[in-house]
């Protein structure tokens, strides 16, 4: 158990306690609470180490108090990876505490994703008689464990499982990628698997879509759950071998991290998976990779856009994954549409997967910085690269009676090709 | 443990949710930049919203004997907010106000728990500018860097904080607000009692609010880059600059352990057969700005050094690239970074080099010195992992010859770093008994129950690492 902390002590001991991630953390910003910043958290790790701290419940709130957003790792001057030992910790806490109720519940459906794909078609059915549908989403009717003013985005009525078929060919293709979708693009958002699959096509590569896929893990991973997690990155990894692609496409930046970085570092200890899992990690990339260094966007593609955007660098896109800056490039191709950058477009909008719901409040003081910012480049349209993102601002600018929309990168990419005017969410071809 | 009474009556003055008593929390502020230093758990933390708060918890603090110890953003590097004797950690950081930016008297006035970048982000608009800039400028607060008499890469042509400090608000020992200096340039009133705060290191009141000097901000810069193949041409570069009569607003060193360890690091093309690297920067009005520089390039060349001059801001952040990477590059080779700061005069600092890396030699460590040449103030940075017992006995010997080197050039055991627990058993060896002894008088006389920031500066028993 505390020979996971031991598995990371090489990075403890890197922290010189600078207290340079102060600089660049959203929830010490709004806390100003040593707990809450890197070097608080690494020097609580480095207690429990050496024995002057114990698996506590007010432990394991300090650890749960982390966005992941890895804005301290890339400002570590020790290169410290803050994000690997918050892992490491919430792993052993959740080993030696066990989980809390809606964490077991909420796992139980991601690592089953028969039950999953059942949930949330009755979840679709049913959320009428708990949500009530505002202008620009579900609020709860009743207190089911969220915030009552919380504004979340309807499931949609067909998800992009029964949308999209398992293949997607083209004539002489240039490639064969395979695509990953994740949760929230499957279940709230299918418009962006749709697009990705329009993008792709009219640039001659074949998208297939692995119907048996289901959650990357990573929300597992997050809170703590490795087991399970293990055992659906094998899963994975064994889908998408088989598949025989060239490459595997994600929409979203921690989907994306799940391929690349922590299914090789999950089964590294299983000879049949390990090599497997490498391979993929190498050709897994976010689609604005893909567009930048695999198939550059072919620019002759492009319609005008009157579209006046903004875009906001998810933080597994942008630090995860080292993406940053390639999908604004992306977009800022479009012609005719007008970009204007907001102020750091890297920082966390609060969102950071299931955070915001078991933080609500603090997680909306990080995004209401966001949405200033937002605010400030007048622009109409917020596009970003990643749902959990996208759900986040949706539900900010929904409180703030702001008119911006938000969409994916490729769903912009999909409207700039097939010349559709209107800003709405792609819902593929018309 | 503290008698509950005393947390009961804190919970009384600022609430429960300013009062911190969670083993987990309170382990959090054991501890601030110090390598090698211990880290006792405080009793208590504290994080006040006004001066009356403080006033009245410093008098809960004198009633009981309990000690007290303020903290700003814990980034020093002395051990000035370690609660060495356990007690009430204050953390001003929720008094973070900044209160008039005054564009008619070129002043500011802050509260202390505000970060310095954010003041000088509030006084750009203005066109004005904070100079102090410590290393960690986006972090440091205020009040630490006031208590601190922080310095930074623009000390040799604008000073350091003490050049800065106009009036302060403190909170006494006793509980007592007093309010010193103000706006006015001139202000012979009595003895110099801002100053007297400024560089206390927390161990003479509490800083409650700070009254600063803006500056207009430069309105142009040129930024140069020289690499030498001999240390002596390097220090007779920089003193040769001044000689001249530019005064550059940064005049940094770095020198071959450290070039070699950043190129190692971040492969930037830095010629690593080069001895010392030296960045300056002059700013000021453009046509002067543009003489100083030739004189600059002139000396360098005349010092057998070359040099490479940015033309536009791209290319002066590529200059300062390396300086940027020095202490990252060098943090990152061992676990454990002991950051020294003895300080020689400008004419001394190819000595110092030269017995920096004897000293390096003679106890089998790794130096890699970097710093504030124009300033004579030199960042030697030995790397080493404090897990490693006879290694660590051999780092306390080199630093101790580090000093008896500083002081023998002329020089003083801290430039900014400050004295805090880390250096106080080396204070006599610069000030004398006489000295010392003047010191602790001051101390009794304002702080008789030694209950602020007990431990530092050689205050009520502390002694450092010795
Ligand atoms: C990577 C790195 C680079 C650095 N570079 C520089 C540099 O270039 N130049 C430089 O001078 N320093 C440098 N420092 C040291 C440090 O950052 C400065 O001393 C800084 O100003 C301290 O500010 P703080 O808010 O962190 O103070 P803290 O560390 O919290 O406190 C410093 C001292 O002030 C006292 N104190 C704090 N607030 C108050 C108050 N309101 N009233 C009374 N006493 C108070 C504390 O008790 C303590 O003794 C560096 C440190 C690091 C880690």
């Known amino acids: 158990m505390s020979n996971r902390l031991k598995s990371i002590e090489h990075e403890i001991i890197k922290c010189m306690k600078c207290g340079n991630c102060q600089a660049v953390c959203p929830l010490y910003k709004e806390t100003r609470a040593e707990n809450a910043v890197a070097r608080g958290k690494v020097q609580l790790a480095a207690a429990v180490l050496g024995g002057k701290l114990d698996y506590t419940a007010e432990l394991a709130h300090r650890f749960d108090l982390c966005l992941t957003c890895m804005a301290c790792v890339s400002n570590c001057p020790c290169g410290v990876r803050v994000d690997r030992v918050v892992l490491e910790a919430r792993a052993a806490l959740a080993e030696k505490r066990g989980l809390p109720l809606p964490h077991r519940v909420a796992a139980a459906g991601l690592a089953r994703p028969a039950l999953m794909q059942m949930g949330m078609k009755a979840a679709g059915v049913t959320q009428k008689l708990l949500f009530k549908r505002g202008e620009r989403g579900m609020s709860p009717r009743f207190p089911v464990g969220l915030d009552l003013k919380r504004v979340l985005p309807a499931l949609a009525k067909k998800d992009l499982k029964e949308q999209l078929p398992e293949k997607n060919a083209v004539q002489n293709p240039v490639m064969r990628v395979a695509l990953f979708a994740g949760c929230v693009t499957n279940y709230v958002y299918p418009g962006v698997g749709l697009a990705l699959v329009e993008v792709l096509n009219r640039h001659g590569v074949e998208v297939v879509f692995p119907k048996e896929q289901h959650c990357c893990g990573a929300p597992l991973l997050i809170h703590g759950i490795k087991d399970t997690a293990k055992e659906m990155a094998a899963s994975h990894v064994h889908m998408f071998d088989a598949a025989g692609v060239d490459a595997v496409v994600t929409v979203c930046g921690t989907c994306g991290e799940a391929f690349r970085h922590h299914y090789p570092e999950l089964l590294s200890g299983r000879a049949k998976d390990a090599g497997k899992a490498l391979a993929l990690s190498g050709r897994t990339y976010d689609i604005a990779e893909f567009l930048t260094d695999i198939v550059p966007l072919d620019h002759t593609l492009l319609g005008p856009l009157d579209t006046h955007f903004t875009y906001h660098e998810p933080c597994h896109v942008g630090r995860g994954l080292g993406a940053a800056g390639k999908a604004e490039k992306l977009l800022k191709a479009i012609p005719r549409a007008t970009y204007s950058p907001m102020q750091d477009p890297g920082r966390c909008c609060g969102g950071a997967g299931s955070f915001s719901f078991e933080h609500y409040k603090l997680a909306s003081q990080v995004l209401d910085r966001k949405l200033s910012d937002i605010s400030g480049t007048g622009a109409g349209v917020v596009v970003t690269g990643c749902g959990s993102c996208r759900i986040q601002l949706n539900d900010g600018l929904a409180q703030r009676k702001m008119p911006q929309r938000v969409l994916h990168t490729v769903e912009m990419l999909a409207h700039s090709i097939t010349g559709a005017r209107e800003e709405g969410n792609y819902n593929g071809r018309q | ?466």
């Open chain 2, 1 to 466: 443990m503290l008698q509950k009474e005393i947390i009961n009556e804190l919970v009384k003055i600022m609430g429960k949710e300013n009062v911190i008593t969670g083993r987990e929390d309170l382990l959090c502020y054991s501890y601030d930049a110090t390598p090698d230093v211990p880290d006792p758990l405080p009793d208590v933390v504290v994080t006040p919203v006004n001066t009356g708060q403080v006033s009245q918890l410093v008098q809960i603090a004198r009633q009981y004997k309990v000690p007290l110890y303020p903290r700003g953003s814990g980034t020093n590097l002395s051990g000035g907010t370690v609660p060495l004797k356990g007690g009430i950690v204050l953390s001003l950081l929720k008094m973070a106000e900044i209160m008039e930016v005054d564009a008619e008297n070129l002043t500011a006035t802050v509260q202390p728990g505000v970060i310095i970048q954010d003041l000088n982000n509030a006084v750009a608009p203005h066109g004005l500018l904070y100079p102090p800039d410590p290393g960690t400028v986006a972090t440091a607060t205020m009040g630490g860097s006031v208590a601190e008499c922080s310095g930074g890469l623009r000390g040799l042509k604008y000073g350091v904080t003490k050049h800065y400090v106009m009036g302060l608000e403190v909170v006494l020992a006793d509980g007592q607000v007093a309010r010193f200096g103000g706006k006015t340039v001139k202000n012979v009133t009595a003895l110099d009692m801002v100053k007297l705060f400024t560089g206390s290191e927390g161990t003479l009141g509490i800083i409650t609010e700070i009254i600063v000097r803006l500056i207009p901000a430069p309105e142009a810069r040129k930024t140069m880059f020289a690499t030498f193949t001999n240390l002596s041409d390097a220090g007779n570069a920089v003193i040769s600059i001044v000689k001249n009569k530019v005064i550059p607003a940064t005049l940094e060193i770095m020198d071959q352990v450290t070039i070699k360890t950043v190129e190692n690091f971040s492969q930037i093309g830095l010629p690593t057969e080069a001895r010392a690297i030296l960045l300056i920067e002059v700013d000021g009005i453009p046509e002067v700005v543009e003489q100083e520089a030739d004189t600059v390039l002139q000396v360098i060349q005349n010092n057998n050094g070359r040099v490479q001059m940015a033309r536009d801001e791209q290319e002066r952040d590529n200059l300062w690239a390396a300086r940027r990477a020095a202490l990252p590059a060098l943090a990152q080779v061992k676990p454990t970074t002991v950051l020294e700061d003895a300080t020689v005069p400008r004419s001394k600092i190819t000595e110092m080099l030269l017995a920096l890396e004897e000293i390096a030699e003679k106890y089998n460590l790794q130096i890699g010195t970097f710093g504030h040449a124009g300033d004579g103030n030199l960042h030697p940075t030995i790397l080493t992992d404090e897990r490693d017992k006879e290694e660590m006995e051999r780092v306390h010997a080199a630093v101790k010859e580090i000093f008896e080197k500083a002081l023998a050039l002329g020089g003083t055991l801290s430039g900014e770093h400050g004295i805090g627990m880390a250096k106080s058993s080396f204070l006599e060896w610069e000030l004398g008994a006489g000295g010392v002894g003047v010191l602790h008088k001051i101390k009794n006389a304002l702080d008789p129950e030694g209950i602020l920031n007990p431990g530092k500066m050689g205050f009520n028993g502390g002694t450092g690492h010795e």
